[in-house]
């Protein structure tokens, strides 16, 4: 069964970075598709950035985040990466990696049924 730990969110000012980490057991890493998800109080769930399983050579931005998130993975640290540069107040919302096996996704529906969740990691953004 595929567990997904996040870390590394925080509370930070407008105009900073933090870096999300999601470990990952229970399957091999590189076999997975990585996404990151959020959540803002109130609204839903929305997808935010995706790599392709094995070597992560494609990822897949939200319009929102697009140059100024970056997904990376580690497969030899079962760990993918979410840094984030230039946060706006609207950033702020829990933070979830999920994942699916072999998925060659573009499209990542925030509804989908994927192979794991983790509990997710909160980011707070004043401004």
């Known amino acids: 069964q595929v567990q997904l730990v996040e870390s590394g969110g925080s509370m930070v000012q407008a105009g900073g970075s933090l870096r999300l980490s999601c470990v990952f057991s229970g399957g091999t890493f590189s076999s997975y598709a990585m996404g990151w998800f959020r959540q803002a109080p109130g609204k839903e769930r929305e997808f935010v950035a995706a790599?392709?399983?094995?070597?992560?050579?494609?990822?897949f931005y939200a319009d929102s985040v697009k140059d100024r998130f970056t997904i990376s993975r580690d497969n030899p640290k079962n760990t993918v990466f979410l840094q984030m540069n230039s946060l706006k107040p609207e950033d702020t919302a829990d933070y979830y990696c999920a994942a699916e096996l072999g998925a060659d996704f573009s499209v990542w529906p925030p509804g989908y049924e994927y192979d794991g969740w983790g509990q997710g990691t909160q980011v707070t953004v004043s401004s």
């Open positions: 790599t392709n399983w094995r070597d992560g050579d494609r990822t």
